[in-house]
């Protein structure tokens, strides 16, 4: 077994966290932001150090390569996410990112050298909370999204990717996409839920994630006078939308078991407090396991613009701005990593996941896995976010593990 060096991690881990920093603990490292440049920065030089060949894509996706003894072998691809939410938490992709760094540091040390080429790769903007949609770089580089679609998205203000990416320096030069096919991908993420913390097991071992579709709709009303205008002749945007937030709230009640809905922005047209809002643009999260449930979603959610506009005199736009199938990880790759935890002792649960992550890309493109650590409350995207660093540290030393084990497992040309 490779032993990773806590120490080390946690240089790496404060370093990393110190970049973007909020004053309550958090991160604010919005994707292709100033402060996400510099934390790549920072993550290319220690790529670089480690002595690795170092390629940064088109979408500005910053991969490291380890040679492997079968330098032809297909590679194991390891990683997560630098960027961070609004005033979002330190080990949200950050964490997922240094367990690969400390993976491959930690086969240095040992001067192991795997069967297989390990790759490690920073994915951009797999929050979508600047740009949308979310997996942005994954999804791009496994072909479920248009790269150059991907590159014209704005953000509030105007600004495209590219641009950004040219402002910070990463519009990188190599193909948006594998140049070859993959062994496996693994990522190590903090479990953003309950789960772990509530039944005190230390690893998460993800069979699943939820599908989900983001959605985007405008109530357009009348704009006018807050105090001569009768009640009865207004057509009031924001009452329209209060309504169907109230409804969208309760809808995930109906739709399944496991069925979540979250209105998570809302602006208001125009914004004075003594005019009736004339337009009230808002956002929708919808997410299930059962993707016919999220299908069913949507067209509530519809039905309820419709009848909420209806009562008000209001018109409604809706368009859907992404929509993913649930995911289903590897079994075997699961198996692996469940192995590996257990011999070294830790305790292991399988479990599906509600939060979407990089890996769900990969899962369209080869054998893919997810492994959780535990999250203090299930606090996420949260400047609270926390995971203890006992935690930390035996999730990591398990994801090593795991990693060395898939990259010492026969490659094809053997
Ligand atoms: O939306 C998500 O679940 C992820 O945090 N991007
Ligand atoms: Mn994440
Ligand atoms: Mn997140």
């Not at 995911?327 to 599906?352: M, Q, W």
């Not at 935690?391 to 084990?405: H, I, L, Q, S, Y």
Request: glycine share 10%; net charge negative; charged share 30%.
């Amino acid at each position: 077994m490779i032993e990773i060096d806590p120490e080390r991690l946690r240089e790496a881990f404060d370093r990393y966290a110190a970049i973007g920093a909020t004053e309550n603990g958090g991160l604010h490292r919005l994707a292709l932001s100033a402060a996400d440049g510099e934390v790549r920065d920072a993550f290319v030089a220690d790529l670089e150090a480690l002595g690795l060949d170092v390629r940064v894509d088109g979408l500005g996706n910053v991969f490291g390569r380890r040679e492997g003894r079968d330098s032809g072998a297909d590679p194991v691809l390891i990683g997560s996410h630098l960027d961070s939410q609004p005033y979002g938490g330190r080990y949200d992709g950050q964490l997922g990112v240094l367990a690969a760094l400390e993976t491959l540091r930690a086969l240095e040390d040992a001067s192991v050298e795997t069967d297989r080429p390990i790759e490690i790769v920073d994915w951009t903007n797999e929050e979508g909370a600047r740009f949308k949609p979310a997996l942005m770089g994954s999804e791009a580089y496994a072909g479920l999204a248009d790269a150059e679609d991907a590159l014209a998205v704005e953000d509030g203000d105007g600004t495209t990717v590219e641009e950004a990416l040219e402002s910070i320096g990463y519009r990188g030069d190599a193909p948006v996409g594998p140049d070859g096919d993959l062994h496996a991908y693994l990522e190590l993420h903090v479990e953003q839920g309950p789960v772990l913390e509530n039944e005190g097991v230390d690893i998460g071992v993800v069979e699943g994630i939820k599908g989900m579709s983001w959605l985007s709709a405008t109530i357009r009303g009348e704009a006018d006078h807050a105090g001569p205008s009768p009640m009865h002749t207004r057509a009031d945007a924001l009452v329209a939308a209060a309504d169907v937030v109230g409804a969208v709230r309760r809808l995930s009640a109906r739709l399944a078991d496991d069925a979540v809905t979250t209105v998570g922005e809302l602006t208001v047209e125009p914004g004075s407090i003594n005019v009736i809002p004339s337009a009230a643009t808002f956002t929708v999260d919808l997410r299930s396991y059962d993707d016919a449930a999220v299908a069913r979603g949507v067209e509530r959610v519809e039905a309820e613009l419709e009848a909420a506009c209806d009562r008000e005199g209001t018109t409604y736009e809706l368009s859907e701005l992404w929509r993913i199938p649930h995911t289903e990880f590897s079994p075997r790759v699961c198996d692996v990593a469940a192995a590996a935890a257990a011999e070294r002792g830790r305790t292991v649960r399988r479990l599906r996941g509600g939060a979407g992550h990089d890996a769900s890309s990969l899962a369209t493109l080869t054998e893919a896995g997810l492994v959780f650590v535990p999250s203090v409350g299930g606090k996420t995207h949260n400047e609270r976010e926390f995971t203890e660093w006992t935690d930390v540290v035996a999730g990591v030393g398990v994801f090593a593990e795991t990693v060395r084990r898939l990259a010492d497992e026969a490659s094809e040309s053997a």
